[in-house]
């Protein structure tokens, strides 16, 4: 798959043929029930979005043309960065594109790392980094477990397997929605051109099934903070402030 051939590239303002049309990868660089799980969490919210998949297997490639189709673009969660770049990279520049002139981009766990710069699509005003690498981590697993964010100041759980922290610019103009133990961003929403971005370390569409050998959820399987990241990409912060060094 490769952005269209010729030079242009469609603006992501004037040529959606629907306002509420998202995409999400489903393809190599995914893991099998991610993409699914983020299909749902768009379709249940409070605007919900008509999905289509998109991919190498799809009936609908990922191009410049069908993002051109869609409001938003999601990126799932898969698995190793470095693998998932072999299959990406081709991509970059189309979807750097799409979202600086007024798409949106949802990034969920490896989704996130792919919206950083090192490999990535260059989205965020900073970079990534593993959360079981940082300074204070509570977590040194990469099985599946449970962690515990501040989400808009309250404690809540969440379904996590290795996911990013977002290493910002003091002076990036973005809204944080959470934070680890730790104080290193969790998730975090900011613009790109005319476009937003939002992105999120743990996984907040994680479902029931997600769940096993025992690992359980005291806040129950709840897709709340799904939601609210997606009103913020798509509704847009009422005020946006510098993020703040923990």
Known sequence: MVAIGGTVVASADSTRSSPRR????????????????VARLLESSSDPYDVTFCGPDEDVPLTAATLASASLYAQPGGGELSSAWIHMEQHAESIREWVRTGGHYLGFCLGGYLAGATPGFGLIPGDTARYISSRKSEIDTTNNTIVTVSWREEERTMFFQDGPIFVLRDDAPVEVLARYRNGKVA????????????????????????????????????????????????????EQLPTPSP
């Open 22 to 37: 998202a995409l999400v990868y489903r393809g190599p660089a995914s893991s099998p029930g991610c993409p699914e799980a």
């Open 187 to 238: 998730a975090v929403v900011a613009d790109f051109g005319l476009g937003r971005v939002g992105v999120v370390g743990p996984h907040p569409e994680a479902e029931r099934s997600w769940y096993t050998r025992g690992l359980t959820n005291p806040d129950g399987i709840r897709f709340d903070l799904g939601h609210d990241l997606i009103d913020t990409v798509t509704l847009g912060a009422q």
